[in-house]
């Protein structure tokens, strides 16, 4: 049996996967039902100046059938006075001592987090997180993502909560930002224990074509909001491994961003994540999909033999390099499975209109649909395969000729890479492309 | 038990002739569209006989332009919501979906049609404008589905349109023939009453044309003629005892159930005679109505029946008993039917061959001749150098469906000698085309 316990920075719990500091952990009725459902820990909703919202509050993005793809909040931080949560803290960690509880914290003057750590402390956090992301509305107010933004404030208000807090300090990054090593790195000289990201992206889901409004709408206005969900993850995953493979930041992470499965949870934590954070998934499905995420884990985890987390944290980390070092004598082809194909001819369209004119349609008055691959055209672009219906319909095959490997910095070094606007040594050059004018009448 | 009791309340009806496909809500439409592959040069398009452009008014579906849709599917097909409930879509567009080589259910292309075309008829949205008078008139023979998709698309030619029809309804067999388990006669009256509010063509009801002088007449005020006649009665099979009481042809058996459908007399047991569509809407409809045993005799195989396979499992789903290789060779009784003498036969090179001295005889009370709709040769006769096919048809140019005569253009049963309601839409708006650049070039 794999074993699935994980440590964020000494912060134990019995399983990586942890309620994300939102509306799932607004309460310590939630948190204890979901440590009751298999949630190995919770970060609480933001404790501070209790605040008012506004409703409506969320917006969401649907794609063809599939609900809440992308979804995102106007939502502030908890609107609960602080002596009831911090006594709903106290009981949970009655009843579930060994499962994570951290307090997400947002305050502004030091004074402030002096007492306010002290106050969760004493109610028995095993950890505290810094909310230093919130996008939307906190920021106006000089808090959340305007402390994110800003390294050196975030790197002083981190040094202020380490004056006094015993457990692991975790400060939560928020992704609107240029480079989210500065600020991760602001972290680590602050005397941060892990960092935890990301919160959620600012965002306009969308306009209410008749009211001119985005959404959500409040009273005829709306305002910027912070995007997370399904969506999001490919934006958290390259934040995640940015700071994991930064020698200087160092300290470890929590994975957060659009995960909603096993592996997505896997995902996060090949690149580098300590253990992982989940917000929009339980806000759609419930605490219940978390059965899923455990099986779904502990199978991949016997599959591969990996007996515990550590095994694979940052696995996929050596595989990430900069563009310069991939190999470009490296050569795949697509492949149609003619036997699979059911015809639809989406990439004969795709290749055609979008890529290298690579894809020929069966001879007029032939009865198979099957398009075939131009070899000579294709470009391994991968095109055609992402976007055929059929599962393994459309392969890559490698079809190099063994060379290399070379890549643009051996090329560079060579004298092999093109120099000149016009330079024999282009990739493109001496492919076969038609004359502009084939392009009419075939609309 | 038989599967059905005689309905005697509207509510019997409607619960014996509950739609097979009925209405989608709009989240079943919301869903459904979302399927759709969008192919390239898409194979359901191909197989439709008006090649409406199905990925098309899926899209627009989804994306909540109905009117769109709906525009979609009638700038190819005026009988959008009749056609999406009565074409055999099996063997047309949704047989030809790429998801069947998937072996995935294909998309409900039919149901989506009607959807989107029924949401327009409902709102009553006016999507088209007939041209300004050209100054050109044109007459029509007959009201069916041939005839009205003529006289639409004339109308958006600017012609003036004149339609002469025998009976006092609209929409020929789509009204008497098409099963009231496929489509309601509101459906069928409520699009055509829509058409000609938006087309505006004139329809005469109760108006044959029957002689020379009628002919002569129209021949003198109209440009040109459009023949949309359809087919006549049942042809009788010629054998003994087809004038007794309760032996019934198919087509006026439909209509009576069509029109009267609580005052059709069926019998206890029914023995219907064909192995085409209209034999089996008959047992079908003889049983929904509750006869106690239906059978459908056929002189040759089951394999060799025209009919199709969907609907003969349909007809079975009723109750209905299949009798194959059974030709009947009189019907017994004095004054009233009293059973069916058949022979039994076998096929030689597709030639039905009497087996000698197998002669048996299947009781009875109700006789249905199910053999196939005779041509209207004596109104064809009226008309001077028409010439017709070996079949009786009315023999057309394929283009244009001009006739022998040039004033006179077919569309419709009259000329591909029965098919659906989709093929008469579909030959009824070449004809209009041809009508127009006949009158255009003879100007
Ligand atoms: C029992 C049955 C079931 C069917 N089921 C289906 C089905 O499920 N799906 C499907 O797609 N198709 C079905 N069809 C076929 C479909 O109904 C026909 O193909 C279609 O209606 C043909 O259209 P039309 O305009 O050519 O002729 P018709 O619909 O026959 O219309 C001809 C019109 O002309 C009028 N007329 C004839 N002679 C004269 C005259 N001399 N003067 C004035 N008016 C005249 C008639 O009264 C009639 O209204 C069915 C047919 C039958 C018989
Ligand atoms: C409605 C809502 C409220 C949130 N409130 C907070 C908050 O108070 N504190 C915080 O650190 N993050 C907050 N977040 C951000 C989430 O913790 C998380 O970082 C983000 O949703 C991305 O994860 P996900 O897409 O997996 O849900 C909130 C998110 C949502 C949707
Ligand atoms: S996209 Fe796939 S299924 Fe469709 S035609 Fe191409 S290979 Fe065949
Ligand atoms: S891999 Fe790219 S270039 Fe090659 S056939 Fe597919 S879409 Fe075209
Ligand atoms: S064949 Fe099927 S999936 Fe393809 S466009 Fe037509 S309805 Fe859509």
Redesign the pocket.
């Known amino acids: 049996m794999p074993n699935l316990t994980a440590n964020l920075a000494g912060i134990r719990s019995p399983n990586p996967f942890w309620l994300a500091s939102a509306p799932p952990a607004n309460s310590g009725y939630q948190i204890m039902k979901a440590f009751d459902a298999g949630w190995g820990g919770a970060v609480w909703k933001t404790l501070g100046i209790p605040i008012i919202n506004t409703s409506s509050r969320y917006g969401a993005i649907n794609y063809r059938s599939n609900r809440m793809v992308g979804f995102n909040n106007i939502e502030l931080i908890t609107d609960r006075p602080l002596a009831d949560n911090l006594r709903e803290i106290e009981e949970v960690k009655k009843y579930f001592p060994d499962h994570a509880v951290v307090a997400s914290l947002m305050v502004e003057s030091r004074q402030e987090w002096h007492q306010i750590v002290k106050d969760v402390e004493n109610a028995g956090v095993d950890g505290v997180e810094l909310n230093f992301g919130c996008p939307h509305g906190m920021c106006e107010r000089g808090m959340g993502s305007a402390v994110g933004q800003e390294p050196s404030v975030l790197q002083v208000i981190t040094q202020w909560v380490k004056e006094v807090a015993t457990v692991p300090v975790i400060v939560k990054l928020t992704p609107n930002i240029t480079d989210v090593t500065e600020p991760a790195l602001a972290a680590a000289r602050g005397g941060a224990d892990a960092i935890s990201l990301i919160n959620t992206i600012q965002s306009l889901m969308g306009v209410d074509l008749d009211r001119f409004v985005p959404y959500p709408v409040v009273d005829g206005k709306s305002t910027n909001g912070g995007y997370c969900g399904p969506a999001v993850k490919p934006i958290a995953l390259n934040m995640v491994k940015n700071c994991a493979q930064h020698s200087g930041v160092n300290i470890p992470i929590s994975g957060i961003g659009g995960i909603e499965n096993w592996r997505d949870a896997v995902e996060h934590m090949l690149l580098g994540a300590s253990n992982v954070q989940v917000c929009t998934a339980v806000m759609h499905y419930g605490f219940g999909i978390v059965r899923e995420m455990l099986t779904g884990l502990e199978g991949y985890m016997k599959d591969k033999g990996f007996a515990q987390l550590s095994d694979f944290i940052g696995k996929a980390l050596p595989n990430v390099t900069t563009w310069e070092n991939l190999n470009l004598k490296y050569k795949?082809?697509?492949a149609i499975d003619a036997g699979k194909c059911i015809g639809c001819q989406l990439?004969y369209t795709?290749?055609e209109d979008?890529?290298?004119?690579?894809?020929a349609l069966p001879k007029n008055g032939q009865e198979s649909r099957v398009p075939a691959?131009?070899e000579e055209?294709?470009?391994?672009?991968?095109?055609?395969?992402l976007v055929c219906p059929v599962e393994n319909c459309?392969t890559?095959e490698r079809k190099d000729n063994g060379s290399g490997p070379e890549s643009w910095k051996d090329y560079m070094a060579s004298g092999k890479a093109p120099t000149a606007f016009n330079d024999e040594r282009a990739g493109g050059h001496g492919h076969w492309i038609p004359e502009p004018k084939a392009g009419l009448g075939k609309g | 038990m038989a599967e059905y009791t005689a309905p005697t309340t509207e509510k019997d009806l409607e619960n014996r002739f509950g739609q097979i496909k009925p209405y989608m809500n709009p989240t079943m439409a919301y869903y459904e569209s979302s399927r759709c592959l969008f192919c390239y040069d898409a194979p359901c398009v191909k197989a439709c006989p008006t090649s409406i452009d199905i990925p098309l008014f899926i899209r627009q579906i989804h994306t909540g332009n109905l009117d769109g849709a709906a525009r979609t599917i009638y700038d190819s097909n005026y009988f959008g919501n009749i056609c999406g409930k009565v074409c055999p879509t099996e063997v047309l567009c949704e047989g030809a979906c790429v998801y069947n080589l998937q072996e995935v259910k294909p998309i409900e292309i039919g149901r989506l049609q009607s959807f989107a075309t029924s949401r327009a008829i409902e709102r009553n949205r006016k999507l088209y404008e007939p041209a300004p008078p050209n100054g050109h008139k044109v007459a029509v023979i007959g009201a069916g589905p041939a005839s009205i998709s003529c006289a639409c698309e004339l109308r958006m030619r600017g012609y003036e349109v004149d339609i002469f029809e025998a009976r006092n309804h609209p929409s020929g067999l789509a009204l008497y023939g098409c099963a009231p388990y496929k489509v309601t006669n509101n459906d069928v009256l409520g699009e055509i009453n829509y058409l000609q509010e938006q087309f505006q063509f004139k329809i005469h009801y109760n108006h044959p044309i029957e002689s020379k002088e009628q002919i002569a007449a129209l021949e003198r005020d109209y440009g040109a003629i459009l023949l949309g006649v359809g087919l006549g009665h049942t042809q009788p099979l010629n054998i003994e005892g087809e004038k007794l009481d309760n032996c019934i042809g198919a087509t006026e058996f439909i209509e009576q159930v069509k029109l009267v459908p609580l005052s059709v007399e069926v019998g206890r047991r029914v023995i219907v005679i064909g192995g085409g569509n209209t034999a089996m809407d008959a047992a079908s409809e003889s049983a929904r109505l509750g006869a106690e045993a239906v059978t459908l005799a056929y002189r040759r195989s089951k394999e060799e029946m025209k009919a199709y396979a969907f609907e003969y499992d349909l007809a079975r789903s009723a109750g209905v008993m299949g009798l194959f290789n059974a030709a009947p060779l009189a019907i017994l009784g004095t004054e009233k039917v009293q059973g069916v003498r058949f022979i039994k036969t076998h096929s030689e090179g597709g030639k039905v061959m009497p087996l000698p001295g197998s002669e048996f005889e299947v009781a009875c009370d109700m006789v249905i001749l199910a053999t196939g709709q005779s041509k209207r040769s004596d109104f064809l006769g009226l008309i001077d150098s028409l010439e017709k096919d070996a079949r009786g048809c009315i023999k057309v140019h394929p283009g244009s469906f001009q006739t022998s005569h040039p004033k006179y253009f077919a569309a419709g049963d009259a000329v591909n000698g029965g098919a659906e309601v989709v093929n008469a839409a579909a030959e009824g708006k070449m004809a209009a085309r041809g009508i127009d650049s006949f009158i255009s070039n003879s100007k």
Do not use: E, T
Not at chain 1, 354 to 359: L, M, R, S
Not at chain 1, 379 to 384: A, K, S
């Open positions: 795949v082809i697509a990439c795709a290749c979008g890529a290298h004119q690579a894809i691959i131009i055209n294709c470009v391994g672009c991968n095109l055609c395969s459309i890559m």
